[in-house]
């Protein structure tokens, strides 16, 4: 019966509701639990260690509900917490920095390829090191963008003064000549179109989330969880801060109504 | 020979070091610790609810320390948990909010005062209710301005966006004729240039961290608690996330070196 156990997810906040699209979408019979921080976001600024602590607070908390393979959807916490929560948690962890870094190396054809994200997750150098361990002849250029996320959070993704900012992060990429971006971060595919209008044309944009939800597929299928029953799936969303704002905030990144979310306090 | 105890202050990060500047000058006699929760910052975009259960804690942890006085230096907790705190701490505690609503009621001509800050302040109505209360007359605007504290953080203070947004931003300000601007947020006086520029000539500034220092020194005489023995002080700073980083950051805020800062794990 443990194939009917849910698959647990956790992001910082909301962001990863990018990726429990793609594997709702992608992985129709699963049920799913998320867990969003939102009492504790962002960790794109914060110390790895820090992130450390508050991923394996949250995975233990997520194992403990019974879920059969962890998500780790936040780019920050893939970045440098994996390796961790590998060794700590007794089931299979997945985090998003492989699917999307293996996808830009078979994408690219000019061997340049651009990585954008938080600036914990470019100083932890995981896509770097992923990248450069599959081809080491491939150049990379990175940008840490700590100010995506914010104006994405103010819902600024069609102003001007956000494509003023994100021309300026992006200058390094053009000067670079990359033909492939990865946007490594859960908040900036709400900003594709922007990239895709101000990078020069026939640069392929790496959208993290359909490619993890393909590795998680894949390894559902190997370890033998796939559920195959048909039943009415579950959705279940915790959050370490105020559970209706998380709502909210849920419909402007699903374009879709999310079910109940609780609140979860962790560290008390 | 509680009069050599020292004051404890705290903020979501490093914003409240102008208050602890502010501080040192007014009271060069006084011992100060400093609490940074840069694990958890910001608190501007969170619930009242998750801002009081931290404001506790770390209150409790000063507490603990031997402190003489508490003082709120964030402008979000101090909107949101000073009542609270002063319920369940036993020493004296201090916000930010009603020394910048008195100043900016003593200095208005026209009746018209703004107050900028970030979201959770500006909806708990704190300095509103404060100045409503002093004089009901008054006309007040209020602008929540999330994108201003990740702009300060990036170090864009002298950036061509920085200023189209914080242009965006005061555009109710100039529409409704105010006359006085309160800086509700720790990190704004960084931007004080900018604001003086944009806004039209011969608007005040309440900057908070004079008004505050000043009303921490008439409570500590009221309370007989001034320190009146020449000593050598001592500085003692505690964050949530790693030290090293903040005590950079803190050289941005401050313009000067910093002593010792230690790292501190609150909920485990």
Request: charged share 25%; proline share 5%; glycine share 6%.
């Amino acid at each position: 019966m443990k194939t009917i156990k849910p698959i647990g997810m956790f992001d910082s906040g909301v962001g990863g509701l990018t990726l429990f699209k793609g594997i709702k979408t992608l992985l129709p019979n699963e049920n799913l639990i998320y867990f969003g921080d939102t009492a504790r976001l962002p960790y794109g600024t914060k110390s790895p260690k820090v992130i450390k602590n508050f991923s394996l607070q949250i995975a233990r908390f997520l194992e403990n509900l019974g879920i059969k393979v962890l998500v780790v959807a936040c780019h920050t916490a893939s970045s440098t917490a994996l390796g961790d929560l590998k060794k700590k948690i007794k089931i299979p962890v997945i985090g998003v920095i492989e699917p999307a870094a293996q996808k830009a190396v078979a994408m690219t054809k000019n061997n340049k390829i651009g990585v954008i994200g938080t600036k914990t997750t470019i100083e932890s150098a995981s896509y770097q090191s992923f990248i450069k361990k599959t081809n080491p002849k491939i150049m990379i250029t990175t940008v840490a963008a700590p100010l995506l996320v914010p104006l994405v959070e103010e819902g600024w993704v069609d102003k001007n003064v956000t494509r003023t900012i994100l021309k300026e992060y992006i200058l390094p990429f053009k000067k670079a000549k990359i033909d492939t971006l990865i946007l490594g971060c859960t908040h900036y595919p709400l900003l594709k179109r922007l990239f895709q209008e101000e990078l020069e044309p026939g640069v392929t944009l790496i959208d993290t989330s359909f490619e993890t939800a393909f590795h998680l597929k894949q390894l559902l299928n190997e370890n033998s969880l796939r559920n195959t029953t048909i039943m009415h799936r579950h959705y279940k969303f915790y959050v370490s801060d105020d559970p209706d704002k998380f709502a909210l905030s849920a419909r402007f990144f699903l374009r879709e109504k999310i079910g109940t979310v609780k609140h979860i306090v962790l560290d008390e």
